[in-house]
C-alpha cells in the first residue's frame, strides 16, 4: 500500500508559478513511475507530465517548456513546479504512482489561475 499527500496548491496570478509536492509513505520504495494529472471542471483528467524511477521525464505538449518534474528519492517525494502560468492550468492536480502494477492516487491539490 502506498499513500501519497500533495500539497502545494492556490490561487496565483497568470505569469505566475507555483510548486506542488506529493509525499509517497508506505511502500514507496517499490514505486518505479510517479505521475502528475489534472482535471478541470467539466473535463476528462489529463496527464500531465511523469517520471521513472530513473529520471526519464515526459509532459505533455500544454506544458512542455512550462513546468518540471522533478524527485527526491530520498524523500519519497516528486515535484511539480510550474511556471508562465495561464487560466487553462487551472485544475485540481493528483499525484500518482505505480508500484507493482497498482495505481495509487492522492487526494488532489486546486490550483487556480486568474487572468
Known amino acids: 500500500q502506498v499513500r501519497l499527500v500533495e500539497s502545494g496548491g492556490g490561487l496565483v496570478q497568470a505569469g505566475g508559478s507555483l510548486r506542488l509536492s506529493c509525499a509517497a509513505s508506505g511502500r514507496s520504495d517499490s514505486i518505479d513511475l510517479m505521475r502528475w494529472y489534472r482535471q478541470a471542471p467539466g473535463k476528462q483528467r489529463e496527464l500531465v507530465a511523469r517520471?521513472?524511477?530513473?529520471?526519464?521525464?515526459y509532459y505533455a505538449d500544454s506544458v512542455k517548456g512550462r513546468f518540471t518534474i522533478s524527485r527526491d528519492n530520498a524523500k519519497n517525494t516528486v515535484y511539480l513546479q510550474m511556471s508562465t502560468l495561464k487560466p487553462e492550468d487551472t485544475a485540481v492536480y493528483y499525484c500518482?504512482?505505480?508500484?507493482?502494477?497498482?495505481?495509487?492516487w492522492g487526494q488532489g491539490t486546486q490550483v487556480t489561475v486568474s487572468s
Open positions: 500518482n504512482a505505480r508500484s507493482r502494477a497498482m495505481d495509487y
Open positions: 517520471i521513472w524511477s530513473s529520471g526519464f521525464t
